[in-house]
């Protein structure tokens, strides 16, 4: 049987001589704080199973969490984002929000509501990845939450992420059970690579025809049991705590992403770095995503394609053929068409897109 130790408090100090006596008495061990136990801790990085892996830390030393919001003409949903952040439980928070030359006031109403947040107010609009990446300058937490002015957290998820990142040291970045306003899981919550095979799955509608299918369902995971903890390749930019260690060694978004896909690329660095990236269903958050107008929307169709070829380019295109890099750039844009006559045939049609 392995020995085990005594609790804390039954622990005594036994001193054998008499000037360890005379010690003691004229420098007395300085009393301890109250400590609480956060059970889970990897001590050991094999993760060996059966180890005690209890860890006691200090009340008052829990780490900080940064929320990191990047905003562009969002002024309410931004105010309820941040309502939502600031109510967590039993964890300290601060929040960094980067204006993207808004004109609907978002900067002043959150300086007016929210004084203690950090507000930088930008001239013109940067980019998602290029506006964060001026945010994370002024971020002071050990954790840093990616949060789209667009999600409400519940008051239990940033703590329950942040205790995730403290058991495991190995993990970069650990995403919430992101769903939609009706409950239904948000598809970009957990995702694979988009490697050459899972953007031809998707372009022919296989991922849609099987998507619990461990192939043609594999961007999306939907062959893995959204309940369950487990390790994801991606999450989304949407609501992410990231381990602000891992990112400074790894560096932070590729400004040549203006708009999606930055998220994508910087996990893929994580896992390049040695990270791991989870998925953590007991943390929950609302995405409520809000309406377009027609030419955000015709933008932001943009964007996602060319990003898709930007991160293909960066990290897959070396091993691939030209002929096969023809045909990955052949699927991208000629999607981005297809996508963009559909949307118009609807708009014309007097449907929503």
């Known amino acids: 049987m392995p020995a085990t130790r005594p609790p804390m408090n039954s622990v005594r100090f036994c001193r054998t001589n008499r000037l360890s006596r005379i010690w003691a008495r004229r420098w007395p061990r300085p009393s301890r704080a109250p400590v609480s136990t956060v059970p889970g801790i990897l001590l050991d990085p094999s993760g060996a199973s059966g180890a005690d892996n209890s860890f006691a830390m200090p009340e008052q030393s829990k780490p900080m969490v940064t929320a990191l919001i990047v905003s ?17 439980a039993d964890v300290p928070v601060e929040a960094v929000v980067v204006d993207n030359a808004s004109t609907d006031g978002s900067g002043a109403a959150v300086t007016a509501e929210f004084p203690k947040a950090t507000v930088l107010l930008e ?8 506006a964060a990446n001026v945010g994370l300058e002024r971020c002071k937490g050990r954790f840093v939450l990616l949060l789209n002015p667009d999600v409400t957290v519940d008051p ?7 205790d995730f990142l403290l058991t495991r040291p190995d993990a970069g970045a650990v ?11 948000d598809p970009t919550a957990r995702r694979a690579f988009p490697v050459p095979s899972t953007l031809f799955y998707s372009t022919v509608g296989l991922n849609r025809l099987f998507p619990r299918s461990p192939r043609f369902g594999r961007y999306n995971m939907g062959h893995v049991d959204a309940s369950d903890v487990h390790e ?67 933008e932001a169709l943009y964007q996602r394609h060319r990003a898709m070829w930007t991160y293909h380019f960066k990290h ?8 096969g890099n023809g045909l990955v750039w052949a699927q991208i844009w000629g999607r981005w068409v297809a996508a963009s006559v559909r949307d118009s045939v609807m708009k014309s049609n007097g449907k929503p897109s």
Request: proline share 3%; net charge positive.
């Open 123 to 130: 001239s013109k609009n940067l980019g998602y990845g290029r």
């Open 72 to 88: 562009r003409n969002t002024k309410e949903l931004l105010l309820q984002s941040l309502r939502a952040f600031y109510a967590t």
């Open 316 to 323: 897959h295109a070396q091993g691939v053929s030209a002929f």
């Open 175 to 185: 995403g919430p059970r992101l769903q939609m306003a009706d409950g239904t899981l």
């Open 232 to 298: 994801m390749d991606a999450g989304t930019a949407d609501c992410l705590m990231l381990r602000r260690t891992a990112i400074d060694r790894i560096g932070f978004f590729d400004p040549r992403y203006f708009m999606f896909g930055e998220d994508i690329d910087l996990c893929y660095r994580l896992k390049l770095g040695g990270w791991k990236v989870f998925y953590l269903p007991s943390a929950s958050a609302i995405h409520h995503k809000r309406a377009a107008t027609t030419k955000a929307q015709r």
């Open 156 to 162: 239990q998820a940033v703590g329950r992420l942040s």
